[in-house]
């Protein structure tokens, strides 16, 4: 009897250890990853109407770049820019163009809110849209904000360096 058991045991484990590589194989494939580039902006207000709004000159930060139909990342872009005690989060269904796009946007500084009046477009990026994918190391983006924290008239432009964040 106790020979069955250590027969079949000696089996089993056979049976499992050739199982499991094909169960951790497969273990990843059915769940997709958020797909997101980070690095660092340049807000440059000069010459638009925001130094009254305090966005003139040049502002540097942090950016996060999420763009639609990548990975998990839905059908919605995402950039994101934060720039010393302050942050804004640009959101629109599709990805940003050459045109200006209405945008969802919240801003987050020593109050909290929503603006429905900003719009964004990136004039410049390399790799351009149709070919990022997501394996693509960097991005860099060249683009302008129509009424900047939904200050009118402030339309600063702004440059990103984005490198592809790996979990």
């Avoid at 094909?22 to 340049?42: I, M």
């Avoid at 839905?74 to 045109?99: N, P, Q, V």
């Avoid at 070919?131 to 008239?153: F, K, R």
Wanted: one cysteine or more.
């Amino acid at each position: 009897m106790l020979n069955g058991i250590l027969e079949r045991s000696a089996k089993y484990v056979k049976t499992s250890a050739l199982a499991l590589p094909l169960v951790f194989s497969l273990a990843g494939t059915g769940h997709a990853q958020s797909v997101e580039w980070r690095g660092f902006v340049v807000l440059d207000g000069s010459g638009s109407n925001c130094e009254q709004y305090g966005w003139g000159g040049i502002n540097t930060g942090q950016a996060r770049f999420r763009p639609s139909d990548l990975g998990s990342n839905g059908s919605e872009t995402r950039l994101s820019m934060f720039l010393g005690t302050f942050a804004i989060i640009f959101s629109r269904e599709g990805r940003f163009d050459r045109r200006w796009r209405p945008v969802a946007s919240t801003v987050v500084s020593s109050y909290t809110r929503a603006i429905d009046t900003i719009q964004v477009r990136v004039t410049s990026q390399t790799p351009r849209d149709a070919a990022l994918t997501a394996d693509t190391p960097q991005i860099y983006l060249v683009g302008q904000i129509q009424n900047m924290e939904g200050a009118a008239g402030c339309n600063p432009t702004f440059t990103a360096t984005l490198l592809r964040r790996t979990w």
